[in-house]
């Protein structure tokens, strides 16, 4: 047990505390949206936003990203007066990208709803939409400044209310206008987003600095070249996102769309406390370790123990309990997904164990090697394999892709740790990773074997023994059932 352990798990739960309501909000909102405009209607939603998300990410330059570095470096060394002049200049390089973000989306309207609907009919609602991009990324900007800051409970607070809001402001218009609305939804849950976040991002008290030209040649500089790396990847990652969804709704029909992006969703949503906690601490903690090989490797291996031991209860009972979250969160409709999403969380155990890796080029700055494994090599893999497959077994064949994507990557990244960075994984990873794989594996199994209450049964065992084998290995590393208990008995 480590003082280490700790402060990862502390971290994951102030993001779980706050992500486990953002999930029952966002499940409220599924549900709702399920309701009230259908697949179809998801679909079209998810079209918009995969469209938007790709602007997002060529005009932002993955500055978003790459200040995190900048901002962190700062904030470790104790330089209050670099951190506020980098967080400055990031501030008003983000204003104008902001800006040039809306406007393309105006000059391309046209091509973006001939691109996706093989017309011109959404053009205009690609105009109102262009409201969505320039929020998106001064959202995003608020977002790193917290980070960098280390106020993680802060960040945790702005996503879980901006959900909120997000509700707030989305089901009221779906239930009056339909499918008619999902445009204004988006427009509105963008702003009250920024909102929210600007309202959080206030409290970080900057030191008082005049911007010069210099600070944006040198500050900038180094923001916009570590933020190529990440733009190019995005883009590609985008594109090919883009390319899958298209190809799904040529083929399959925008509600073939929504059955696809509701089991993603559902099923990321079952772990996303996980990841953003990692997002919001695990990176900026293993940018301060770079210097020290050892501290590295240790940051990156109790990471990625932590992030096992958390996933595997949490998706164990998603795979047994799909057909009653898809029933309490979706609708009927959406039933035919359950197998779907079984799938999902299997190939989701590779994902969660590479998620640690996946951050170590882009920490040290190796962006050629980043932008190849993130960009080219892992979005090309993902696309070619989600088409091929799609087309020879629909849905199924979408799901048994993202497995296939997940451990390809996986090893990929294992060994490009291992041969250029000097990492390789401890020998009680390798072998937590194994029982996982396997446990998962036999889960998924008994989807094929058993029906009914028999299912139920020996699934119910087996991840009843998955739960307590996790939680106890867990608890020898951080020792979180006897701080639970002192808590209470203070209380």
């Not at 996790?470 to 059932?481: F, P």
Request: charged share 15%; aromatic share 12%.
């Amino acid at each position: 047990m480590t003082q280490q352990y700790r402060s990862i798990l502390k971290a994951t739960t102030i993001f779980g505390g706050t992500q486990v309501i953002q999930i029952l909000v966002g499940l409220i909102k599924a549900k709702c949206v399920a309701v009230l405009i259908g697949a179809a209607g998801m679909g079209l939603n998810y079209m918009y936003m995969t469209s938007l998300t790709m602007i997002i990410a060529v005009v932002g330059l993955g500055l978003n990203s790459s200040v995190v570095r900048d901002l962190s470096r700062a904030y470790d060394d104790g330089d209050m007066k670099r951190f506020a002049i980098v967080a400055k200049v990031f501030r008003r390089m983000l204003y104008v990208l902001s800006i040039i973000g809306i406007v393309c989306v105006i000059v391309l309207s046209p091509q973006l709803s001939q691109w996706a609907f093989k017309d011109t009919n959404h053009a205009g609602d690609y105009c109102l939409l262009s409201i969505v991009v320039g929020f998106m990324l001064l959202t995003q900007g608020n977002t790193a400044v917290l980070i960098s800051a280390r106020r993680v409970k802060d960040t945790a607070m702005s996503t879980l209310w901006g959900a909120v809001a997000n509700l707030a402001v989305s089901i009221p218009l779906l239930y009056f206008m339909g499918i008619d609305g999902v445009v204004s939804a988006l427009v509105l849950s963008a702003i009250a987003n920024y909102i929210v976040t600007y309202l959080y991002v206030a409290h970080v008290k900057l030191e008082k600095v005049k911007i010069v030209r210099e600070h944006f040649m040198t500050y900038g500089k180094m923001m916009i070249a570590l933020g190529a790396a990440m733009i190019l990847a995005e883009v590609v990652g985008e594109v090919s996102r883009y390319i899958i969804n298209v190809y799904v709704t040529r083929y399959g029909g925008l509600q073939d769309l929504g059955f696809f992006n509701a089991g993603m969703q559902l099923t990321f949503q079952a772990v996303s406390l996980i990841f953003v906690a990692m997002a919001s601490d695990y990176y900026p903690r293993l940018v301060a370790s770079l210097a020290d090989h050892g501290r590295m490797c240790d940051t990156v291996n109790q990471q990625g123990e932590v992030i096992m031991l958390l996933a595997m209860p949490i998706l164990s009972l998603f795979m047994l309990l799909s057909p009653v979250i898809i029933a309490v969160v979706l609708s009927q409709e959406f039933h035919v997904i359950r197998d779907f999403i079984r799938i999902l969380c299997f190939g989701m155990l590779f994902k969660a164990v590479s998620y640690s890796l996946g951050y170590v080029s882009f920490a040290k700055g190796d962006t050629k090697i980043y932008v190849f494994f993130e960009g080219l090599y892992g979005s090309t893999l993902n696309m070619i394999l989600a088409i091929g497959m799609y087309y020879l077994w629909g849905l199924t064949g979408l799901a048994y892709s993202f497995v296939a994507y997940s451990a390809i990557y996986l090893i990929s990244v294992s060994m490009l740790c291992r041969k250029r960075y000097k990492y390789s994984m401890d020998k009680n990873n390798v072998r937590l990773v194994g029982i996982s794989v396997v446990s998962l594996a036999v889960m998924l199994s008994l989807t094929y074997l058993l029906n009914g209450v028999a299912y139920y049964i020996v699934g119910g065992i087996l991840t009843a023994a998955i739960v307590y084998f996790n939680l106890k290995k867990l608890n020898e590393k951080t020792g979180v059932i006897a701080t639970i208990k002192s808590k209470f008995v203070r209380g």
